[in-house]
């Protein structure tokens, strides 16, 4: 890569951190010459893997903090950039909560979206062999605990799964999950009452 196509490089990354702030607040500034940038990358031997897939690099702050600055910028994986600054961000949100405000906004923007196949496939690669740790289980299972699904939703899930074959290492793995587990009276009860309603709907 000559320097021509380097410049280029450089004026994007600075363009991209106008208007943006730390999680702190404070507004991020772009302080490195095109030297020391150029520098810093050709010394960390990963300026041909720079980029945002899988396996690149990038360069980031120190505790996600700060500025663009020579002693405060480090290359590493951009996988591992984007973990650092979920982390904060999640520290950031703890205790936080949208307002029914917002919550609508967010609902009226997202409806009509239709996921293109391509974004789907992408979705779904990005997805495979990742695992959730049990603490993340228990949250989403709290956060859906006690919420009633509306009649739409429940038409909408069972159109989803209509006409769907779980294949032998599916139901293998089910299986599996399920062993030593005891159901609650409450949850024995629920069943027995769907089950019923599914005889009598049958009939």
């Known amino acids: 890569m000559n320097d021509t196509e380097l410049l280029k490089k450089y004026h994007q990354h600075r363009r991209s951190v106008t208007n943006r702030t730390d999680r702190n607040g404070n507004k991020i500034s ?13 010394k960390s031997g990963k ?10 690099y990038c360069m980031c702050r120190r505790n996600d903090t700060g500025d663009y600055e020579v002693g405060n910028v480090y290359i590493d994986l951009h996988t591992n950039n984007t973990k650092e600054a979920r982390k904060h961000s999640k520290d950031v949100w703890t205790g936080r909560q949208h307002t029914e405000e917002s919550k609508k906004k967010m609902s009226e923007s997202s409806k009509g979206q239709v996921v293109s196949d391509e ?11 990742r695992t959730l740790s ?14 009633p699904k509306s009649e739409e939703t429940k038409r909408k899930i069972s ?3 209509s006409g769907k074959t779980r294949t032998e290492e599916t139901k293998r793995k089910m299986s599996e999950a ?3 587990k005891k159901h609650s009276e409450e949850t024995k009860r629920k069943m027995s009452e769907s089950a019923k309603a599914r005889k009598k709907n049958s009939k």
Do not use: C, M, Y
Request: hydrophobic share 30%.
């Open 47 to 56: 300026l041909h893997l720079r980029g945002k897939r899988k396996g690149e």
């Open 134 to 147: 049990p603490e993340h289980i228990e949250s989403i299972r709290k956060s859906v605990a006690g919420k």
């Open 159 to 161: 159109e989803a799964n």
């Open 30 to 42: 772009f302080l490195l010459t095109f030297e020391e940038w150029k520098d810093i990358w050709i």
């Open 119 to 129: 974004t789907r496939r992408k979705l779904s690669e990005a997805g495979k062999g």
């Open 178 to 180: 399920q062993r030593g």
